[in-house]
């Protein structure tokens, strides 16, 4: 499967507007494939809207896409004028990932982006693969996966949390001597860490 991770930089104020019109329009547009999620972000750049939709292949993703605006079902009428910036990236799933099944996770989702230099992400997965486990005991994993199309080398893993007080508790139990983070190889060279704090939709499949 591939995963289309879609950021759009609203202008300020306009969020609660185009969440609802998302919202109202998504019934229709599930009928052709479903929506991972639907965020609008609380802590990093703010006034931006992250949604996730899986798809088989690319073909089915340009399938589905072309019929959506053939039919007029998608996009949402009368919100295109409140983006200022729009990115897409595919990404693919690690082997142990989860692919962002429908749940209840408490209301906050922190989405980690690494860049890493070219060629590190198979040494990412195989040191991350045998603690996963463990970690994810401590908390939940919704996702962890690369970047395929868009900006490239980039590790996204996607954490969920009841609150921030939740996610610094869980946090400081993860991060004992031996369990996480997990080591990096010599070869792998990290070249940036972001972090975004996210709170789902409530018509979202993942809150």
């Known amino acids: 499967m591939i995963f289309e ?17 998302f919202g109202a329009s998504y019934p229709a547009r599930a009928k052709l494939s479903r929506i991972a999620g639907f965020w609008r972000t609380e802590v990093g ?12 292949n690319i073909a089915q993703r340009e399938s589905i896409r072309a019929e959506a605006v053939k039919t007029g079902v ?7 004028d409140n983006f200022l910036e729009m990115e897409t990236k595919i990404l693919y799933a690690a082997p142990f990932s989860k692919h962002f099944e429908p749940a209840e996770h408490g209301g906050l989702y922190e989405f980690r ?32 996966g690369y970047t395929e ?45 972001t972090s975004t704090f996210a709170v789902p939709a409530k018509w979202s499949p993942l809150r």
């Open 5 to 21: 991770m879609r950021t759009y930089l609203l202008k300020p104020g306009t969020g609660p507007a185009v969440e609802e019109a």
């Open 45 to 56: 750049t703010l006034n931006q809207i992250i949604h996730i939709w899986p798809y088989e």
């Open 74 to 80: 998608w996009p949402p009428p009368n919100v295109a």
């Open 113 to 144: 982006t690494y860049t890493y230099s070219a060629g590190a992400i198979p040494k990412v997965i195989e040191a991350w693969a045998p603690r996963i486990e463990a970690r994810t005991a401590i908390s939940p994993l919704v996702f962890a």
């Open 149 to 193: 199309i868009g900006p490239l080398n980039q590790w996204v893993h996607i954490w969920a949390y009841r609150s921030m007080a939740d996610r610094e508790t869980r946090r400081a139990q993860a991060m004992k001597p031996g369990l996480w983070p997990p080591p990096r190889h010599e070869s792998v060279v990290l070249h940036k860490q």
